[in-house]
């Protein structure tokens, strides 16, 4: 065996923050011991790469046992004995032979991507974030967070449709300041809830955002907006919505207040924009509603993100780009299954003039590969909840640290 080669791959089954199972891989090499844990979404695209459960009673179906035993049975043989590079993610995708990786699961080819950016970092003696710099070919930056302050849709118990609501410190320079600004909006938003609607509405949903049992889709960003205004930071916040409008697109309308044809909806959004300072808005329309998206993408004055229209996958992303569906992309590298495959998926967006935001999902862990991922691709924007739960403060905490590296 070669010096410095890999040695062991193992996985096994762990806990996501809903409580579920995902996949942990621990790779070792060089005599040290490498891990990355994958994540999940609730609220997930039709054209997402395979989640592989095994159904049955066990976790009630979600287990990932299966996942499991193809790292350890199949991928494990493919990387022991070479050298970490993440051109390895090609022999994964070879071995699985499907478009969606239906066969070993992304969840299984994801764990190990991830564990061998690690190794690959550390054989070279540096930061995960410069060394998914030197695979994105871009500098280091730090992103702005887009923070989840109220949840409705499918990651909260509540009547909103639309399924996040966040805020964005857009005016703020050092990356420090935008998570005091977050960090501030977020309990003074907690302390308006509480007094207007009683302790229970300051329970959260998945991400950390307040879930307050109210059904105004306009409600929230009128709390938010009162949050920001008394604390004096109207100059430097902005708002973003993230709709998941799939989940309320049914019979060919969009239900939200009161059915909605794409174009009316597209109206709407631009109303809305009237009354709040939106920094973007994500998936306001289906997965396959290309029009709509290209109808407001060209009268927005705000980022129109693809998340579930395109999957962080390079073939949708190009779709988008012949119709001008969006111009940000969203980038969850659980989509898409390798870290080789979102790179070239940020790539491709950027080649046609997008922007990007590298986003957490719904089911996290205590990983933030995520934090370096957002910082070495240089994207614009990162999701990562509210500042609240471990999952979501284990990656604001790690941007923390790179913004005392990068001093910015």
């Known amino acids: 065996m070669e010096k410095n080669a890999i040695t062991q791959v193992t996985a096994r089954e762990v806990l996501d923050s809903r409580g579920n199972p995902t996949v942990e891989c621990e790779l070792h090499c060089d005599g040290k011991a490498f891990f990355a844990i994958v994540p999940s979404g609730a609220s997930t ?16 179906g979600k287990g990932v046992l299966k996942a499991v035993g193809n790292v350890n049975a199949t991928i494990a043989p493919l990387l022991v004995g070479k050298q970490p590079s993440q051109s390895l993610d090609a022999a994964m995708i070879a071995a699985d032979g499907t478009e969606n990786k239906t066969k070993l699961g992304a969840n299984a080819i994801l764990s190990a991507s991830m564990a061998i950016s690690r190794a690959c970092a550390d054989s070279k003696g540096e930061p995960l974030y410069k060394f998914v710099s030197s695979l994105s070919n871009r500098k ?8 989840n302050v109220i949840n409705g849709g499918a990651h909260a118990g509540n009547a909103l449709r639309i399924q996040e609501y966040m805020i964005l410190p857009q005016g703020v320079s050092q990356f420090s300041e935008k998570v005091r600004f977050v960090s501030e909006t977020y309990h003074q938003l907690k302390k308006i809830l509480k007094e207007k609607y009683g302790p229970a509405a300051t329970n959260v949903g998945d991400e950390g955002g307040f879930a307050p049992q109210i059904s105004d889709n306009r409600e929230p960003l009128e709390l938010i907006t009162r949050a920001i205004e008394e604390l004096g930071y109207a100059k430097e916040m902005r708002l973003g919505i993230d709709a998941a409008a799939s989940n309320f697109y049914e019979n060919g309308k969009y239900a939200l207040d009161k059915p909605y044809s794409g174009s009316e909806l597209v109206d709407y ?8 300072e939106f920094a973007l808005m994500e998936d306001p329309f289906a997965e396959d509603d290309f029009d709509s998206f290209a109808e407001l993408t060209k009268k927005a004055k705000f ?9 962080t996958n390079p073939k949708r ?5 012949e119709r001008k569906a969006c111009n940000c992309l969203l980038v969850k590298v659980n989509q898409i299954g390798t870290v080789t495959e979102a790179i070239d998926a940020v790539k491709t967006a950027r080649a046609a003039g997008w922007t990007t935001m590298v986003s957490h999902r719904s089911g996290e862990t205590e ?7 957002a910082v070495g691709v ?14 979501r403060t284990a990656k604001y905490n790690q941007l923390l640290r790179i913004s005392e590296e990068l001093k910015s």
């Open 378 to 391: 240089g994207s614009e924007y990162i999701k990562l909840g509210a500042p609240c739960r471990g999952e």
């Open 269 to 276: 959004y631009l109303d809305l924009a009237k009354t709040y």
């Open 140 to 147: 280091p930056a730090m992103p702005c967070p887009a923070s």
């Open 367 to 373: 990983d933030a590969f995520l934090a370096d991922f």
């Open 303 to 311: 980022a129109v993100v693809g998340d579930d229209l395109v999957v």
């Open 45 to 60: 695209g039709t054209h997402e790469a395979l989640e592989l459960r095994d159904g049955g009673k066990r976790y009630h």
């Open 317 to 321: 992303i190009r779709m988008a780009i």
